[in-house]
């Protein structure tokens, strides 16, 4: 996560599991930052305008290549204009 808000410039995760533990979840929203617990959210339904996808790759140059080029397109002229897309 260093890495990210360092060298990419990001300011904002979501960080998403759907199996964790508590102790896991507190652990993860440590790393991530979050100190206030009513931050978190645990067991709430998923609104129907957020869509999620999962992916993984063991090729870690691609990745951060789709990464750049998804910051990219997020900066365009297509997203500036919505305060819900929000690039690096």
Not at 26 to 41: E, F, P, Y
Not at 45 to 70: F, M, T, Y
Request: contains cysteine; charged residues 10%; proline residues 2%.
């Amino acid at each position: 996560m260093q890495v990210l808000r360092e060298q990419y410039g990001v300011r904002c995760m979501l960080g998403l599991t759907a199996t964790a533990t508590m102790t896991t979840a507190v652990s993860v929203a440590r790393h991530l930052g979050i100190t206030n617990s009513a931050a978190t959210i645990r067991g709430a339904p998923i609104p129907g305008n957020l869509k999620l996808s999962v992916s993984s790759d063991g090729n870690r140059e691609q990745v951060w290549a789709l990464c750049d080029h998804l910051n990219f397109v997020c900066s365009s002229h297509l997203f500036h204009s919505l305060i819900s897309v929000t690039a690096g």
